[in-house]
């Protein structure tokens, strides 16, 4: 017998029942749709945490200023930490191997005004180094650069969000904005860039849109502080050549910094890449579950299909003698009712993959949470139904092969 | 016993075992056929005949005793070759047709000669000249439902033709058919027989076995006469 022969019989009875077929198919249906929308769901929060870290930079180490309220910051002071400055940046570059770049930056929230417009805003002082470590990208103009910085010039970049409330459809470039008493030029505008959604150790969420950058030696110059507590400037950001070594180094930079702080635990050290690893191994345990949830709706989808197909063999016993007796032998019946419920998971899950696909979709269009469909779940989804098919379908095509010819050609 | 025998059964018996009953159906049964032969096996209901013709057909083997079929012992065949001898050896004719409702005339005659491994081409051509044979192949393309019963009976007998069997074997071939219809096919057999066919019609029934040459009559499970038909019944 031609295996072909045992598709066309299988599809043939596939159709002859549809709603049965079709009934028969739901738990594959539902375990390969859900296996599928479940891995894009995952995919989804993954590469949006890997986005997250890679604008944090994964060969950065961040150090940065706590919150501190006023008393805690004058109980510091007291205690002699001169707090986070410009100084703690040249000593871990004096000091520190392995380092490429330092930005370090200084923060005020500040009304930020424009014709009869105004919006409350960050105004952060940075260092030229702060473009290239960060991976922040201009739409127009330029970034702070070096000139800016060394010549103290009164000029500032804006984020895409505050550049469009301060300005709509009018160009930006050129036109001064005010903060607090001081005129400022604007030199550039930056691409729009994801919300920093989360609250990563001492870094806060934030909409980095908002945010308005201006050089940090004219904006030690100019900004006057709340507090005159406050320290010099709020974040360092250290680039390191050897993600490998981020440990070692975040140990290093740590060391240095508490002593120049004379112990005061006054700041906090973020290591964008160990959150991501440990994101990812938290990640994996959800994976764990998807796999077993996947599994069970699988194993029951397949139990599914073994009831019918011995409710099948059953209504078919005369059909199998019939077989038999011209000839079928038992490797024949047992190759087509495997082929049946092959081809109903098949179906089963062509269908769980169409659905599946179309739920991710719809979850990532009419939800915030964000999906990918990565090729090899919808492989391992569809695998996963075929091999279903082969193993529940094994039993009752073996029951059916086993029928005596003798007992089913009279069987009514 | 003579070597030019196609089927060749001594001191067969069956034995079924119901929980402490043992029931023997066939005891000591020895039967010789020769090819072209056209025999009858008669007996009344619980006498061992439908034993007797699963055994012919392969369905089924004896519980003692020896079957050769074309020499080969097929009471020591497996499963596999009990197959290959059914689909190559013998062509059933059922009382009730046991066509397969979902394919239609030529499907249906094609089906041997499908698990015979023969390709579809040749499959196909076989199958029409089987049913030309039996006057039906205009009817090739409709589905057993659509056929009457004669029609349906034929087909089935195209089925057992097809792949040129050694003995055609039929059981109550016209025990669902009106008596008008039961005369047709019993031509059919008639013709067949003349054509070189072996025959085996197994029937209860006096009437049916009279168109026979030989008749065999079963009673309690073993042979109770074996004789020519003086009596035949001759179709015009």
Known sequence: ?412 | MNDNLLIEITHITKRYEMGDNVVMALQDVSLGIREGEYLSIMGPSGSGKSTFMNILGCLDTPSTGEYKFRGVDVSKLDDDDLSAMRNKEIGFVFQNFNLLPKLNAVQNVELPLAYAGVPAAERHERAVRALERVKLAERMHHKPSELSGGQRQRVAIARALVTNPGILLADEPTGALDSKTGVEIMRLFDELHQEGNTIILITHEQEIANYAIRNVYIKDGSIHYDRLNTNRTIVK
């Open chain 1, 1 to 412: 017998m031609e295996y072909s022969e045992n598709i066309k019989v299988a599809w043939q009875g596939l159709t002859d029942h549809k709603f049965r077929s079709f009934l028969t198919m739901l738990g594959i249906i539902f375990g390969v749709a859900s296996v599928i929308a479940m891995l894009s769901i995952g995919e989804g929060a993954k590469r949006e945490a890997i986005a997250k870290y890679q604008d944090l930079g994964v060969n950065n180490i961040i150090v940065r200023e706590k919150d501190m309220s006023d008393e805690e910051l004058e109980e510091v002071r007291t205690k002699f930490s001169p707090g986070l400055s410009l100084r703690d940046a040249e000593v871990i570059r004096e000091i520190v191997p392995g380092v490429t770049r330092i930005a370090a930056q200084a923060e005020i929230n500040a009304e930020v005004k424009y014709a009869n417009r105004s919006v409350k805003s960050s105004v952060i002082g940075v260092t030229p180094e702060f473009y290239d470590i960060l991976n922040y990208k201009i739409k127009e103009g330029e970034f702070v650069n070096d000139i800016h910085y060394g010549a103290r010039q009164k000029v500032c970049v804006l984020g895409a969000g505050i550049a469009y409330t301060l300005f709509q459809k009018e160009e930006p470039i050129g036109k001064m904005i005010k903060i607090e008493d001081q005129w400022l030029e604007v030199v550039g505008v930056l691409e729009s860039k994801a919300l920093f959604t989360e609250t990563v150790g001492e870094l806060a969420a934030r909409d980095l849109n908002t945010d308005v950058y201006v050089p940090l030696s004219m904006f030690l110059d100019r900004f006057s502080r709340g507090n005159v507590l406050e320290s010099e400037i709020q974040q360092l950001t250290i680039q390191v050549e050897n993600s490998e070594r981020l440990m070692e180094t975040s140990a290093l930079v740590n060391e240095i910094v508490r002593r120049h702080h004379f112990n005061n635990e006054d700041y906090g050290i973020v290591i964008p890449l160990e959150l991501l690893k440990q994101e990812e191994k938290e990640r994996q345990i959800y994976n764990f579950l998807l796999g077993a949830i996947a599994a069970i709706s699988l194993i029951v989808g397949g139990i599914g299909i073994m009831n019918i197909m011995l409710a099948t063999v059953m209504e078919r016993t005369r059909e199998i003698g019939i077989r038999r007796a011209i000839g079928a032998r038992k490797s024949d019946i047992m190759g087509q009712f495997v082929t049946e419920a092959v081809v109903i998971s098949i179906a089963g899950g062509l269908i769980g993959v169409v659905l599946g696909v179309s739920l991710s979709l719809l979850v990532s269009v009419f939800t915030d949470v964000s999906t990918y469909i990565r090729l090899y779940s919808v492989i391992i989804a569809f695998a996963f139904s075929v091999v279903v098919g082969v193993v529940f379908g094994y039993l009752p095509a073996k029951n059916a092969a086993n029928l005596k010819p003798v007992d089913s050609i009279r069987y009514e």
